[in-house]
């Protein structure tokens, strides 16, 4: 069975082709890495996984069923849900504000809703505990260093007990040791069975992780196959054109 | 013994001490009873309950605007309109009460025209994208223009029927605290509680510290942004109907570069105007210090000169101390 399936998705702006023809597979619990040059069209897939536009033709099946997404909400009710490059949070709030963001527990008080304050600490905290992440929930997100703040914004994530996650440069301008960190993040999702996808430039944080690869160029998919069979070399090779497709 | 969970559920500051001074409007409240003090020692007029009761009737107005200003600011906006729409206010409420019309339909009416000037800025500046400083400063030349043509730019100082009770509600006092001072109590805890509990009041501090972010979680972010306009110029407008009671006539210079003061109480109150700080108690706690500031050069016998630049030093190192102790941090 697979998690996620997309088969021969194009998409063209106007006269440009950015995606044409991309079959992919991702199994639940598997993390692919995604890499490819800058224009190859990574962001583009992730953009139409994720609902931001559509794809001009092509199909997206999740755990088989077709759909379709009109906007990133439907896509979130799907069960993806994206982690972006900035990671999107407040600096001004709290973790457990960001994390709550827009979806944030209310209760009752006479005629009035009022903002839950102790359940969205409890189970901010309680997100936490689950990445095994020194994150506090009441602390406010501008003091954390960057490994928290991933943190916060993969359990944003978890708050709708996704499917798949996408997570856009993770690992992009962070230090070596939160970068362990983040990678740490990335396997405590899979274990709970959520697919991810990774989009990175840093070959060694996506050997580090990944249980595939799948490499563009130019719009098309060029190679998505097992890390353990391949290889660094290979995967610059494919990215440059200097192989053609593996 | 003390488990791992138990020190990351820990918060950061332990004592008393440090705990106090991370509260941002901690300072502002020193530095007030500070001059307080100072100034019960050093004079014999300070105290008294005639001087204690014109601070106070001086400071509410500002006060009240400070707190809608200080919901723009901490959504990273800016609204430098409000002294006009004070105006705006005042006059159709005036226009109204001496052409024969009741007191609460004439404030209906002022509060409409008030919050007509919030939602065209809000919408301009949600949906056209245009940047608040030039929107309002639009609005801050249009708003007043709009005043004088409605009252031909005459004084007007009766009020047709209801005109003792607008000069008792703007003018009064009940146990021996003056009428705005009751609405400007009645404004800060309302904005109070909705600023800290419930969605709207989230989104504006969620809005100021990163706008994008909070596009991207789903919140309507257009549609608060109006709102928040709007409830900065219904400030405005309640400030415009108390201040004709209390003044008992308006011309079409009330509320003159009023933006100015407004705005310098927030900052002194510990808003952030890069977004996303900004407390209503600190907005009437700066608006306080500004009006105990100016009460002690009178008291003192310093030349009123002087005033503008005591007030301004303060607002410096008001923003100096809250950089230096984010620095810090």
Same mark, same amino acid.
């Given at each position: 069975m697979s998690r996620l399936k997309l088969e021969n998705i194009s998409k063209n702006f106007g006269a440009i082709q950015a995606l044409s023809g991309v079959s992919l597979e991702v199994a639940p619990g598997e993390v692919l890495g995604l890499m490819g040059d800058n224009g190859a069209g990574k962001s583009t897939l992730v953009k139409i996984i994720a609902g931001n536009f559509p794809a001009s033709s092509g199909e997206i099946r999740i755990d088989d069923r077709s759909t379709h997404f009109?906007?990133?909400?439907?896509?979130?009710? @799907?069960?993806?849900?994206?982690?972006?490059?900035?990671?999107?949070?407040?600096?001004?709030?709290? @973790? @457990?504000?960001?994390?709550?963001?827009?979806?944030?527990?209310m209760r009752r008080f006479g005629p009035f809703r009022m903002l839950d304050y102790p359940t969205m600490n409890r189970r901010a905290a309680d997100l936490f505990k689950q990445l095994k992440s020194e994150t506090r929930a009441r602390d406010v997100v501008r003091r954390m260093s960057g490994g928290q703040r991933q943190a916060v914004a993969i359990a944003r994530t978890l708050l709708s007990e996704p499917k798949i996650v996408l997570m856009d440069e993770p690992t992009a301008a962070i230090s070596v040791r939160q970068v362990a960190e983040v990678l740490d993040l990335i396997r405590r999702l899979r274990d709970r069975g959520i697919s991810v996808i990774i989009i990175s430039h840093r070959m060694p944080d996506v050997f580090g992780v990944a249980d595939r690869i799948a490499v563009m160029r130019r719009g098309r998919l060029v190679a998505s196959k097992a890390t353990a069979t391949s290889s660094p070399e290979e995967v610059t090779g494919l990215i440059t054109g200097a192989i053609e497709a593996a | 013994m003390t488990s791992l969970d138990d020190l990351i559920g820990r918060t950061e500051h332990n004592s008393l001490f440090a705990r106090l001074t991370s509260v941002p409007v901690f300072w502002v409240i020193l530095a007030a009873l500070v001059a307080c003090i100072a100034l019960t020692l050093l004079t014999d007029t300070f105290a008294t309950q005639r001087n204690l009761f014109n601070v106070l009737r001086n400071f509410t107005f500002v006060a009240i605007i400070a707190i809608g200003m200080t919901v723009v600011i901490a959504s990273g906006g800016i609204d430098l309109s409000v002294g006009s729409t004070v105006v705006l206010s005042a006059m #159709?409420?005036?226009?109204?009460?001496?052409?024969? *019309?009741?007191?609460?339909?004439? +404030?209906?009416?002022?509060?409409?025209? /008030?919050?007509? #000037?919030? /939602?065209?800025?809000? $919408?301009?500046?949600?949906? +056209?994208?245009m940047p608040p400083f030039v929107?309002?400063?639009?609005?801050?030349? &249009?708003?007043?223009?709009? $005043?004088?043509? %409605?009252?031909?730019?005459?004084?007007? *100082?009766?009020?047709?029927p209801d005109?003792?009770?607008?000069?008792? %509600?703007? &003018?009064?006092?009940?146990?021996? %605290?003056?009428?705005?001072?009751?609405?400007?109590?009645?404004? $800060?805890?309302?904005?109070?509680?909705?600023?800290?509990?419930?969605?709207?009041?989230?989104?504006?501090?969620?809005?100021?510290?990163?706008?994008? +972010?909070?596009?991207?979680?789903?919140? /309507?972010?257009?549609?608060?942004?109006?709102?928040?306009?709007?409830?900065?110029?219904?400030?405005?407008?309640?400030?415009?109907?108390?201040?004709t009671g209390w003044l008992g006539s308006v011309t079409t210079n009330l509320g003159q570069s009023m933006e100015?003061? #407004?705005?310098?109480a927030a900052v002194i109150g510990g808003a952030n105007l890069?977004?996303?700080?900004?407390?209503?108690?600190?907005?009437?706690?700066?608006?306080?210090?500004?009006?105990?500031?100016?009460?002690?050069?009178?008291?003192?016998?310093?030349?009123?000169? *002087?005033?503008?630049?005591?007030?301004?030093?303060?607002?410096? #190192?008001a923003v100096a101390f809250d950089r230096f102790r984010n620095a810090r941090t």
């Open positions: 009109n906007k990133p909400l439907d896509a979130q009710t @799907a069960g993806v849900e994206i982690v972006y490059q900035d990671l999107a949070l407040c600096n001004n709030l709290t @973790a @457990a504000s960001n994390v709550f963001l827009g979806r944030e527990a | #159709v409420l005036s226009v109204l009460m001496t052409g024969g *019309w009741s007191f609460a339909f004439a +404030a209906i009416a002022a509060l409409t025209a /008030a919050l007509a #000037v919030g /939602a065209f800025n809000g $919408a301009l500046i949600a949906y +056209a994208g929107v309002t400063l639009g609005t801050l030349s &249009g708003a007043r223009s709009l $005043a004088m043509v %409605l009252s031909d730019n005459k004084m007007i *100082w009766e009020f047709g005109h003792n009770l607008l000069l008792w %509600l703007g &003018g009064g006092s009940t146990l021996g %605290l003056p009428h705005p001072t009751f609405a400007l109590a009645l404004l $800060a805890i309302a904005a109070s509680l909705i600023l800290r509990w419930t969605r709207w009041g989230q989104y504006v501090y969620a809005i100021g510290g990163n706008e994008q +972010a909070a596009i991207l979680t789903g919140i /309507a972010v257009k549609r608060q942004k109006v709102t928040i306009y709007m409830f900065s110029a219904f400030t405005a407008g309640i400030t415009g109907i108390l201040m100015l003061a #407004v705005i310098a890069a977004g996303g700080e900004g407390t209503p108690l600190g907005a009437v706690l700066g608006a306080l210090l500004i009006e105990v500031i100016r009460n002690s050069l009178i008291l003192l016998g310093i030349s009123t000169f *002087w005033q503008g630049m005591f007030i301004g030093t303060f607002i410096i #190192v």
